[in-house]
């Protein structure tokens, strides 16, 4: 069944149109916000925030746009809330910097480094992640600040330096 | 996405947190267009951490609260989902039904001052219908309608199943009709002339929207009553034989013409 289906029948109140919504989808979810929070207990109550939310939120689904991506906004979004709540939550994992990576790892992959690939690596893990979570997860300056725990005005900051040092790279 | 997929050593990698941020945000960026690598990843998830979750998302569903309405539904015969869909209470159905209970008590407090009361419930009582109608069944109110226009559910069906809140109210009219006015055949003349309101209502819903057929049907249905206390000197006037053999018209033409639609869809599925 096609995920716009499933959601269709989740909005009519159908347990096991979301119990195969969840087994599609929570595994690969879970897989994200893991790279995004160490918090094992963390984690899983977001998933489980996110499917409570997409039981109620289903029959608000204008049936335009990807489940997966729909999926994902929530999912986020409930990290975002749960890491705000705890005040002495251990910080987010973070990706390891390219100079931790194994050097095991660099041959195994084999891959050549694009300029961007290389100008992003450089940038600093400060800078990095205000840019993962606004430009790839999306958020908001105020939803990125709660996440990575700083002013929104350092977000600000932040994504104007890595822009610009960017430019500089590419330059 | 079709050829290109992500390389099983890099889902490994990412899932396990190795994969630099750059080869990482790709991944991302892949994962959210394409169920295949979506699929792949998910062996390299915590099987006991979804688990756990997956139980706690149930938990709290089942502590999520049906109404009495839904569950009375659901003894009398309806499918759970299908009571779920009758019911969906929202904010501005509840004011409506606290509206016509008010209509109510109004009536009977005021039976006794003159037979003004019972004309004015007449006037009344065939609009709440209408307006019940719409709230449980149109756009803007409705939560539900996006899920239709996206679902193939049978429009009438939903339609049906939307109305069944209204009837409770409906019987409550009738009943406070009964005691408000002169004799139990009058208690019921408002209701043919509400029922093609509602009717009419749903039709015109789709052609101008909901608050504009209601707005619109309200204001005809008080002009004819007004015209009709102008003309033959009581409100009575609106509700002669001749309205209500047309208000029967409408309804059951409405009806017939529905079900044939629905027939004829069906048929072209
Ligand atoms: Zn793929």
């Not at chain 1, 195994?108 to 990095?128: K, Q």
């Not at chain 2, 939903?158 to 409770?168: D, E, G, I, S």
Request: charged share 20%.
């Amino acid at each position: 069944m096609e995920d716009t289906a499933l959601i269709a029948s989740i909005a009519q109140g159908d347990r096991n149109a979301l119990a195969t919504l969840y087994t599609r989808h929570a595994p690969w979810l879970q897989v994200r916000l893991r790279r995004r929070c160490a918090d094992d207990d963390v984690v899983a109550e977001a998933l489980q925030e996110t499917f409570v939310a997409a039981w109620r939120g289903a029959g608000r689904w204008r049936g335009d746009g990807d489940v997966a991506a729909w999926l994902w906004g929530i999912a986020v979004r409930r990290l975002v809330d749960l890491v705000a709540k705890r005040p002495r939550h251990r910080s987010l994992a973070g990706v390891p910097d390219p100079v931790v990576a194994s050097a095991e790892e660099q041959v195994l992959l084999g891959v050549e480094y694009a300029d961007v690939a290389t100008a992003l690596n450089r940038l600093s893990p400060d800078l990095i992640a205000v840019v993962q979570a606004t430009v790839l997860d999306g958020l908001t300056t105020r939803e990125a600040a709660r996440l990575l725990r700083i002013p929104q005005g350092t977000v600000k900051t932040r994504m104007a330096r890595a822009r610009m040092l960017l430019r500089e790279a590419l330059s | 996405m079709t050829g290109w997929h992500t390389d099983e050593d890099w889902l490994a990698a990412y899932a396990r947190g190795g994969l630099d941020r750059v080869r990482a945000a790709s991944v991302e960026q892949h994962l959210i267009g394409c169920a295949t690598c979506r699929a792949a990843v998910a062996p390299h998830a915590d099987a006991a951490l979804l688990a756990r979750a997956w139980t706690g998302t149930v938990d709290v569903l089942d502590r999520l609260r049906t109404s009495p309405f839904e569950r009375l539904l659901t003894v009398l015969g309806l499918s759970p989902s299908a009571a779920r869909l009758a019911t969906g209470a929202s904010a501005a159905r509840r004011a409506w039904v606290v509206g016509c209970v008010l209509v109510a008590a109004f009536a009977i407090v005021a039976r006794d001052m003159d037979g003004r009361a019972a004309t004015w419930f007449l006037t009344v009582a065939p609009l709440a219908p209408l307006t019940g109608v719409a709230l449980a069944y149109g756009p803007g109110v409705f939560a539900m309608h996006e899920v239709v226009a996206a679902a193939p559910y049978p429009r009438l069906r939903l339609v049906l199943l939307r109305c069944l809140p209204v009837l409770p109210t409906t019987a409550l009219l009738l009943v406070v009709g009964g005691l408000v006015l002169p004799g139990t055949a009058g208690a019921g003349l408002w209701l043919l002339p509400g029922l093609a309101l509602a009717t009419l209502g749903m039709v015109l819903e789709r052609v101008v929207g909901v608050r504009a057929a209601v707005a619109g049907l309200a204001g005809l249905w008080m002009c004819g009553v007004a015209s009709a206390r102008i003309t033959t000197g009581s409100v009575l006037g609106a509700f002669s034989p001749a309205v209500q053999v047309a208000s029967s018209v409408i309804v059951v033409g409405t009806v017939v013409v529905a079900l044939v639609g629905a027939r004829r869809i069906r048929g072209v599925r």
